[in-house]
């Protein structure tokens, strides 16, 4: 965990492409050995740090969401709220999330667990368009990611989550009429583990000299 806290921190100050094993093992405190003992590569440790991070996010969001009402649509919209203002609420994750983009989303996230289920749900209930449930997948998390990229950047407003939910709704075939109250669901609390990588990583006495930028504090 000390070795993914700090891969975290390093990956988001120097970018995913860099090669950071010294650096990691530098900031975790651990010797080059121990180091290999749990990671061959820089990717292996990019992919244990993505998958770990994943985790993380999708437990707290479905937790979460857990008492929304049975509404595939609601919990679509509340949970993509949801990874929004996680994200832009700690600003480490932000970075990391922001430099990894694609590279965060595979088959192996548990987005593509907790995603198709709602959205074929909310097909039989005509609430999505017909399409493929992949294609579907596509807009959202690109929609995210591109948001993600936004608010680090800044100047984003407090509604921008909102914003970007709405938009992508429409885009999956809800109703104008709908959206409002689909985006205007008071967003549930989460819940961030002081065990998590989450909040490990963000806590970490020198994240704050690691990170060169922050995200944007929402603008009126």
């Keep these: 965990m000390r070795l993914l806290e700090s891969a975290m921190i390093v990956f988001a100050q120097k970018g995913v492409g860099a090669s950071v094993i010294a650096d990691v093992v530098e900031a975790a405190e651990v010797s ?18 993505a ?10 969001i479905q937790v979460a969401i857990s008492n929304v009402e049975d509404d595939p649509s609601l919990k679509v919209a509340t949970a993509f709220r949801c990874y929004l203002h996680l994200i832009r609420s700690h600003e480490l994750v932000a970075q990391f ?3 990894a983009g694609l590279q965060l989303v595979n088959r192996d996230s548990g987005f593509y667990d907790y995603l198709p289920r709602h959205l074929r749900a909310g097909q039989r209930r005509g609430q999505f368009n017909d399409g493929a449930v992949g294609t579907m997948i596509d ?5 995210g990611l591109m ?8 100047g984003t407003s407090r509604r921008y989550p909102e914003q ?13 009429q709908d959206i409002p109250r689909l985006i205007n669901f008071p967003v549930p609390e989460l819940s961030v ?7 490990r990583a963000q806590g970490s006495a020198f994240a704050h000299d690691a990170i060169q930028q922050t995200p944007d504090r929402a603008v009126e």
Excluded: C
Aim: net charge neutral; no cysteine; aromatic share 8%.
């Design 164 to 176: 970007v939910v709405g938009l992508v709704l429409g885009a999956l075939g809800v109703t104008p």
């Design 51 to 60: 998958a770990e991070l994943n985790r993380d996010i999708v437990r707290m």
């Design 139 to 143: 807009v959202v998390t690109g929609a």
């Design 97 to 99: 999330v922001a430099g």
């Design 147 to 154: 948001a993600v990229h936004r608010m680090v950047a800044g």
């Design 32 to 49: 080059k050995g121990s180091f290999y003992n749990y990671f061959r590569t820089n990717e292996e440790l990019f992919q244990a740090l």
């Design 193 to 199: 583990s002081p065990d998590s990588l989450l909040a």
